[in-house]
């Protein structure tokens, strides 16, 4: 069978007749008092495995989501931009727009939460940075979503990605996918987070009817076939958690650089003072997933680092420790945990490979994709799904032990799905959020059913009817799009 070659441009295509855009067309007018010129439309995504490892540069295994940002968007003869929501709890804002990205300050509230905007300012100011040009249109933007928010799906970085993308359509031009998603995993750093990049890069390199198997430096991702009788169940826990609001994000991020110091210098390796990531210090050492696991066990075998133990270790002052390794909302914390979170992620990193291994590399693995199924061809998938399955349950308790990461209502769900057979973990960054279930074809009604009963209605008291918008299957879907008149 042919391969189609992996186009690297961002699909543009006409604008789609379908009611959600006439609603945007219609709500456009009502604000703007005219139409907008054009959308663009960013999907969110559920991470099937390969949690908290890509800041650490190991791979990750997510796919799109059909769930989506879509802006409706007008380019204006005024430097200004405007922000508006369909979603009225996101109030509006407007800002002067010069070409520097550096006038573009990104502050939270008096609590430390992000504004929603704050997002979008991500998108632009990186699309500034990016464009380096002298004179630059201001935009209409009006913002439609329907991934739920602060759940592990990703609607962060989808409002990042489609903000910056139609910030720089609106100048006229049009980024490939590979560089637009490293720009705006760097973007949304600004909000305060350190992320990785999975889920830019799955905004961006997403493929219909396949999961990616996405590698970082260089940034690449390559599909990856599931068992025909795979169907993946997204269940909400009904916690939300915002990441950039708190400190827990960033904690995991640099106790995993903290971790990955204190291991390159106790084996030798002389990485001056520069962060290095596990993933480094693995590829340095030439050693397996395994050796690393080991390594971790020996170098730093304590349930709790302190500061000052770990000033010591690294042979540096408190002060330089903090500028070096923490980040602005991490500085203040005296203690660390770095056995267990460097365990998860050496750990998790090998999940990823076996479930890629499982699944099959097989180059010509794709063929029943067409139609919407997504299949392995002459494999036996029923042991394939119980291997996969156990991969991600085992990352679950990973998560939920070592990294601790989970919500109550998060193990609630994934323990009501072991009891039907079904494997089940956390996916996003956690303590709150979305479970993914690995759910056989023929368990499906089943599955929900249950999760509806037991967890809903019985366990959070909530109407059945009102539950079942909580409670979806999910197939891999395509990546941003431009739709133009
Ligand atoms: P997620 O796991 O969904 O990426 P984050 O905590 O990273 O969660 O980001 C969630 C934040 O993104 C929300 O608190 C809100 O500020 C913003 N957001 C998400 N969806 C929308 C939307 N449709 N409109 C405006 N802002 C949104
Ligand atoms: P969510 O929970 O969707 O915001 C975050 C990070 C990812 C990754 C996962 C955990 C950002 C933008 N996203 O995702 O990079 O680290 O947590 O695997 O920081
Ligand atoms: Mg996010």
Redesign the pocket.
């Known amino acids: 069978m042919d391969r189609e070659i992996k186009s690297n441009a961002i699909t543009v295509a006409n604008v789609p007749n379908t009611d959600r855009i006439s609603r945007l067309n219609e709500l456009f007018f009502v604000e703007f008092k005219c139409s907008p010129s054009f959308f663009v439309k960013v999907p ?1 995504r559920v991470n099937i495995i390969g949690e908290h490892i890509d800041y650490c540069g190991y791979p990750v295994l997510p796919m799109a989501i059909e769930q989506d ?1 879509l802006i409706a968007a007008r380019v204006i003869n005024e430097s200004k931009i405007y922000l508006r ?1 369909v ?1 009225t709890k ?1 109030t509006k804002y407007d800002i002067n727009i010069t070409n520097n990205s550096e006038d573009i300050e990104i502050k939270p509230d008096t609590n430390g ?4 905007y ?2 979008v300012l991500c998108g632009i100011k990186g699309a500034l940075e990016y464009l380096n040009k002298d004179n630059i249109n201001g935009v209409q933007f009006l ?17 990042v990605s489609a903000s910056c993308l139609a910030f720089i359509y609106a100048q006229n031009e049009i980024p490939n996918k590979t560089e637009i998603a490293s720009l705006c995993a760097k973007s949304e750093r600004y909000v305060g ?1 350190q992320g990785g990049g999975m ?1 830019q890069a799955i905004a961006f390199l997403a493929e219909k009817y396949n999961a990616q198997y996405i590698t970082f430096k260089p940034l690449n991702a390559a599909p990856v076939a599931l068992p025909e009788d795979a169907v993946f169940v997204v269940a909400h826990s009904l916690a ?6 708190t400190n827990d994000y960033n904690r995991r991020v640099i106790e995993c650089r903290l971790a990955a110091k204190i291991i390159a210098i106790l084996e030798g390796i002389s990485c001056d003072n520069n962060i290095i990531t596990l993933s480094e210090v693995q590829i340095k050492l030439a050693k397996s997933l395994e050796e690393m696991v080991n390594l971790v066990k020996k170098h730093i075998p304590n349930e709790i680092y302190t500061k000052q133990d770990i000033c010591k270790i690294l042979n540096v002052n408190q002060e330089k420790m903090e500028n070096l390794y923490l980040t602005a909302n991490t500085k203040s914390l005296q203690e660390f945990k770095l056995k267990q979170r460097a365990l998860h992620v050496y750990e998790e990193a090998k999940r990823v490979e076996d479930f890629r291994n499982a699944c099959g590399q097989s180059e010509n693995g794709f063929a029943n994709t067409l139609n919407g199924n997504i299949s392995q061809n002459g494999k036996n998938t029923n042991n394939t799904l119980n291997v996969l399955g156990k991969l991600m349950s085992e990352s679950h308790e990973s998560l939920k032990t070592l990294y601790e990461c989970s919500h109550e209502n998060l193990d609630r769900i994934v323990d009501i799905s072991k009891e039907l057979g079904v494997h089940c973990r956390l996916t ?2 956690g303590w709150g ?1 979305c479970t993914v279930a690995l759910c056989p074809k023929d368990k499906v009604q089943e599955y929900t059913d249950t999760i509806i009963e037991k967890f809903y209605v019985n366990y959070c008291r909530i109407d059945k009817t009102k539950a079942k918008q909580y409670v979806f299957v999910t197939i891999p879907s395509h990546g941003a799009m431009i739709y133009k008149y």
């Open positions: 969110g940002i929501n979603d996101y939460k992000p504004f929603w704050n997002y913002f439609h979503g329907n991934i739920p928010p602060a759940s592990g799906l990703s609607s962060s970085s989808a409002l987070t889920d939300e958690m915002n990441k950039a609001a996003g960054a959020g």
